[in-house]
């Protein structure tokens, strides 16, 4: 019982501290990439691309500059947040998809058969498959913990409060929990329902963590500019001390 209620003391402080636009595209990239991860960007016998691909980085970013201004734990509670409210977001495009009607789309075709197909598709995108949103989540969740760990590690003994060392602790971290979570999802998902061998698996989840990291080294400027805004005004004190009074306790 006491654990609980330090950690939601815990949560109230840092959900007031970390800046609402962060934690708004940090969830907003989790839940978008999980549905755009359901389309086909593209395929090979030994590589497979999907179009989350293009929102997955985000949230590294936000994790990264969370973690260089509050710590690696409130990193991986914004996390754990992320993945209830995905959870939460699918059981509802579930339970709304098994809702009669019709979407736009249907209006567009001029065979209603075909309109009636359409639907049927779209309703299955959106309504998911509980393996994909438990393996998704998993993997995040697993991810999440790498990530927050390695780059608090990282950052105590290489991070002097320059880009170089925010580059060194971010990109190093994002490489491991970018693979952590590439290789989870489809030793879970893809190899286990989709029938992908390991081969496969291992090469994806190598070839799309090349690609994710690309997309971190590009925007860590950005998340550098960001972290120190914070640093500089001094964002969030209140949880750092917080965390301080915690620790020393």
Not at 31 to 41: K, T
């Amino acid at each position: 019982m006491r654990i609980f209620k330090e950690t939601l003391e815990d949560y109230k402080i840092l959900l007031r501290s970390v800046p609402s636009m962060v934690i708004a595209a940090f969830v907003l990239s989790v839940v978008l990439m999980n549905l755009l991860a359901g389309r086909e960007l593209y395929r090979s016998d030994y590589f497979c691309l999907n179009t989350g691909l293009a929102l997955s980085w985000i949230s590294f970013l936000c994790m990264d500059c969370i973690c260089k201004r509050f710590g690696g734990k409130a990193a991986a509670e914004i996390s754990v947040l992320a993945m209830v409210i995905n959870i939460f977001c699918a059981v509802i495009f579930w339970g709304l998809m098994l809702t009669p009607g019709r979407w736009a789309a249907f209006y567009s075709s001029a065979d209603p058969a075909v309109g009636e197909q359409i639907t049927a598709g779209i309703d299955s995108t959106f309504a998911g498959a509980w393996y994909v949103v438990a393996g998704s989540s998993i993997a995040m969740f697993a991810s999440s913990v790498v990530n927050s760990v390695l780059n608090q590690m990282i950052g105590n003994k290489a991070d002097q409060g320059d880009f170089c060392g925010f580059a060194v602790r971010s990109l190093l971290s994002t490489c491991a929990a970018q693979f952590v979570d590439n290789f989870v999802f489809s030793a879970l998902v893809s190899h286990v329902f989709f029938g992908w061998n390991w081969t496969q698996v291992l090469i994806c989840s190598f070839t799309s963590m090349i690609i994710e990291l690309a997309f971190e080294a590009i925007f860590s400027p950005l998340g550098y500019r960001i972290s120190k805004g914070w640093e500089k005004e001094k964002v969030g004190q209140d949880y750092i001390d917080f965390r301080k009074l915690v620790n020393a306790g």
